[in-house]
Structure formats: structure tokens, C-alpha cells
């Protein structure tokens, strides 16, 4: 069976999430940017700061990434990321605009009926055969949500999706069990299929029956009418309306913002502004959006306490791109994450540049 494995122990859990701080922060603005916040199904798992970082192998992420990249595992992989990560044989690859803003690993064995997906924020990573995050990658805050999936199927599904809609950027594969007419395999080989307009919204489960909602959007829908500097913003004009409730999101806020009121003016997307780990006992430990490259939201409400990961930002420019992200419900770390956020608080009706 492949699923995710918690830090530092390996035992397969239903879920992890990952939430890497940006370097130099802290009391003597002297972290690494390895350092990270760690969650799990486990209930004993609250969001912590880890005791080892990201550059060590028995981290989740090290654990987990080391089953597909172990030699002869039988697993399979699709790897997908829109800024691929330079190799000797690659040291400076060309990517598409015109593809997804979206990074994640999608794993599965129909030997064990089994997979997982997991959805992050660092772009050029990973390097396929690496399971540690590269040092170039420490300067920003990043986020990770890695899911078991109940069977092969699932991932087949999400393998379509991923197709389809966030229309990814594949650079790498492994596919020993896999059909040619299966969407897992069309995924790999990026095979031309017929684009969607409208988006998705496809609930699933994990292994242990945790239910999680994937919602993804393509540059179709969202673009930019003709006539129109504005198109369609993933978090106030899909998720919101889609989990019928209100948002506050933490992403890349480079240059112009979507505005925070949905076309029906229903529900409100607010933008957070800061993070603030003192409140669960990391005193000094903070920073301002612009040293976080990470994309997640919560509700701003236990009720219906949602909890979105995401691959997609606010900004105008994204309307052009596909992509997603994971909802679900957790209530203690939504508490983890309701506690360290700092909301704008500021209603901003049309497209603006936040300030710091």
C-alpha cells in the first residue's frame, strides 16, 4: 500500500500538511527556511513546529516522496510543476505559460489499489529521485497537503481532472501497471483531449473514509471576457460559492488582486495579511504575505470550518491558467489556523494592489 507517511515515525496516516516558514524570521531573524509546521490525521498530530526540518530525509515529505523514488518500488508517479526544476540534463527548462499554475505528485499502485496526491506551493520541485527540499527553495513560506486515496480508481479520477482542467505541466513519470486509454496515463504523456469549459467539483475519500473536496478551475472559465481587463478569481468566483461560505486566503499577491466580493456579492473573500505563530507558543515567530508564497484559506467560522490548500493565487494574471485545490474539515487545525492569521479586514470591492 502507498499512502503518506507522518514525520519522523512513517506510519501511514490518512493525511499530512506541511507548512514550510519563510527564512529569516524568528526572535533573531535567524531561521533557516527548512524549518516547518507539521499536521496529521493522527489526534494526537496538532500543527507543531517540527524537530527536524525540510532537508532531512525522515521529515513527511522525505518519508513519503522515498516510497515512489525507491528503486524497483512498483509504485507509480505523475510530477508536475509550472516552473520545472533544472537537472544536468535540463539545467534550464523551458516552461509554458499557457499551461497550469499548479505542483503536486500524484502516486498509485492497482497492485494495492491504493495512491495519494499531494498538492503543494514550491515551484522546481522536486527533482525526480530527490526527497528533500532543495536549498534554493528556502526563502519563501510554502505549503504542502499530502492525501491517501481509497483506491486506484480515485486517482485514475483525479488523473483526468488534473488533465483537464488545471491542464499541468508534466514533467516526469513512472507508469509500470498503467493502461495507454487510462487517464493516468493520457495525464503522463499530456495527450490531447477534449478541454472543458465549465470547472469541477469532485469529492472524494481517503483511505480511512476522510472526505475532501477537490475544486478546479480552467483558464476556459476563468479568462477574461472580450472587452475585460478581469476574469474570473478561483477563490471568490469558485470555492466560495462552491462550499457556499465566506474565505480568508493567504497566497502570492504580486501586482494586481482580485477584489474581495463574488459576482452575487454573496459571500467575501478577505486576504490575509500576516502570519503570527505566538499564539501557539512560537513567540516572535512572524511574517508579512509578501515573505509567503503558500495558498491556503480557511472559513472564518468553525462552522462550516473548511480548510482550502490551494496551487492558485489572487492575483489578475491567473485567470489565464488552470489549476485547484484540497477542501476539507478538520476542526483542530482550523483552530491551529484561525489562531496564527491576521485578516485584513479591509472590503475591497474591485481589483487593487495590496500594500504591506
Given at each position: 500500500?502507498?499512502?503518506?507517511?507522518?514525520?519522523?515515525?512513517?506510519?501511514?496516516?490518512?493525511?499530512?500538511?506541511?507548512?514550510?516558514?519563510?527564512?529569516?524570521?524568528?526572535?533573531?531573524?535567524?531561521?533557516?527556511?527548512?524549518?516547518?509546521?507539521?499536521?496529521?490525521?493522527?489526534?494526537?498530530?496538532?500543527?507543531?513546529?517540527?524537530?527536524?526540518?525540510?532537508?532531512?530525509?525522515?521529515?513527511?515529505?522525505?518519508?513519503?516522496?522515498?516510497?515512489?523514488?525507491?528503486?524497483?518500488?512498483?509504485?507509480?508517479?505523475?510530477?508536475?510543476?509550472?516552473?520545472?526544476?533544472?537537472?544536468?540534463?535540463?539545467?534550464?527548462?523551458?516552461?509554458?505559460?499557457?499551461?497550469?499554475?499548479?505542483?503536486?505528485?500524484?502516486?498509485?499502485?492497482?497492485?494495492?489499489?491504493?495512491?495519494?496526491?499531494?498538492?503543494?506551493?514550491?515551484?522546481?520541485?522536486?527533482?525526480?529521485?530527490?526527497?528533500?527540499?532543495?536549498?534554493?527553495?528556502?526563502?519563501?513560506?510554502?505549503?504542502?497537503?499530502?492525501?491517501?486515496?481509497?483506491?486506484?480508481?480515485?486517482?485514475?479520477?483525479?488523473?483526468?481532472?488534473?488533465?483537464?482542467?488545471?491542464?499541468?505541466?508534466?514533467?516526469?513519470?513512472?507508469?509500470?501497471?498503467?493502461?495507454?486509454?487510462?487517464?493516468?496515463?493520457?495525464?503522463?504523456?499530456?495527450?490531447?483531449?477534449?478541454?472543458?469549459?465549465?470547472?469541477?467539483?469532485?469529492?472524494?475519500?481517503?483511505?480511512?473514509?476522510?472526505?475532501?473536496?477537490?475544486?478546479?478551475?480552467?483558464?476556459?472559465?476563468?479568462?477574461?471576457?472580450?472587452?475585460?481587463?478581469?476574469?474570473?478569481?478561483?477563490?471568490?468566483?469558485?470555492?466560495?460559492?462552491?462550499?457556499?461560505?465566506?474565505?480568508?486566503?493567504?497566497?502570492?499577491?504580486?501586482?494586481?488582486?482580485?477584489?474581495?466580493?463574488?459576482?452575487?456579492?454573496?459571500?467575501?473573500?478577505?486576504?490575509?495579511?500576516?502570519?503570527?505563530?505566538?499564539?501557539?507558543?512560537?513567540?516572535?515567530?512572524?511574517?508579512?504575505?509578501?515573505?509567503?508564497?503558500?495558498?491556503?484559506?480557511?472559513?472564518?467560522?468553525?462552522?462550516?470550518?473548511?480548510?482550502?490548500?490551494?496551487?492558485?493565487?489572487?492575483?489578475?494574471?491567473?485567470?489565464?491558467?488552470?489549476?485547484?485545490?484540497?477542501?476539507?474539515?478538520?476542526?483542530?487545525?482550523?483552530?491551529?489556523?484561525d489562531q496564527i492569521q491576521i485578516v485584513e479586514k479591509n472590503i475591497e470591492s474591485n481589483p487593487h494592489k495590496d500594500l504591506?
Open positions: 500500500m502507498i499512502s503518506p507517511l507522518s514525520n519522523q515515525t512513517a506510519q501511514v496516516v490518512d493525511w499530512w500538511f506541511i507548512y514550510k516558514l519563510p527564512i529569516k524570521i524568528g526572535p533573531h531573524k535567524n531561521s533557516t527556511g527548512f524549518e516547518f509546521l507539521y499536521s496529521d490525521s493522527l489526534p494526537e498530530n496538532g500543527l507543531k513546529l517540527s524537530p527536524i526540518s525540510m532537508d532531512h530525509p525522515e521529515s513527511a515529505l522525505g518519508l513519503t516522496l522515498e516510497q515512489i523514488f525507491s528503486p524497483d518500488s512498483g509504485y507509480g508517479y505523475i510530477i508536475w510543476n509550472d516552473e520545472i526544476p533544472p537537472t544536468p540534463g535540463n539545467p534550464k527548462p523551458k516552461n509554458k505559460g499557457s499551461m497550469g499554475h499548479t505542483k503536486g505528485i500524484l502516486a498509485f499502485s492497482k497492485k494495492s489499489n491504493s495512491g495519494f496526491y499531494l498538492l503543494h506551493s514550491t515551484p522546481r520541485f522536486p527533482i525526480p529521485g530527490a526527497t528533500v527540499l532543495p536549498d534554493y527553495e528556502r526563502k519563501f513560506g510554502q505549503t504542502y497537503l499530502c492525501v491517501s486515496l481509497k483506491d486506484y480508481d480515485t486517482a485514475n479520477q483525479i488523473a483526468g481532472i488534473l488533465h483537464s482542467q488545471h491542464e499541468a505541466q508534466v514533467y516526469a513519470s513512472h507508469l509500470p501497471e498503467t493502461d495507454p486509454d487510462e487517464n493516468l496515463s493520457k495525464f503522463a504523456k499530456s495527450e490531447t483531449i477534449d478541454k472543458p469549459i465549465q470547472p469541477v467539483h469532485f469529492q472524494f475519500n481517503t483511505h480511512n473514509g476522510i472526505e475532501f473536496n477537490l475544486i478546479a478551475k480552467n483558464r476556459r472559465w476563468s479568462k477574461a471576457p472580450k472587452g475585460s481587463k478581469v476574469g474570473r478569481d478561483f477563490w471568490k468566483d469558485l470555492v466560495g460559492p462552491t462550499l457556499k461560505c465566506d474565505i480568508d486566503v493567504e497566497s502570492w499577491r504580486r501586482g494586481i488582486v482580485f477584489g474581495d466580493l463574488d459576482s452575487e456579492v454573496q459571500d467575501i473573500t478577505e486576504d490575509i495579511v500576516d502570519v503570527d505563530l505566538s499564539k501557539i507558543g512560537l513567540t516572535g515567530f512572524s511574517w508579512a504575505f509578501e515573505k509567503d508564497h503558500a495558498k491556503w484559506g480557511i472559513t472564518p467560522s468553525i462552522e462550516p470550518g473548511y480548510i482550502i490548500v490551494s496551487d492558485i493565487n489572487r492575483q489578475l494574471s491567473q485567470a489565464n491558467r488552470g489549476g485547484g485545490g484540497l477542501a476539507f474539515r478538520d476542526p483542530d487545525l482550523w483552530n491551529f489556523l504591506s
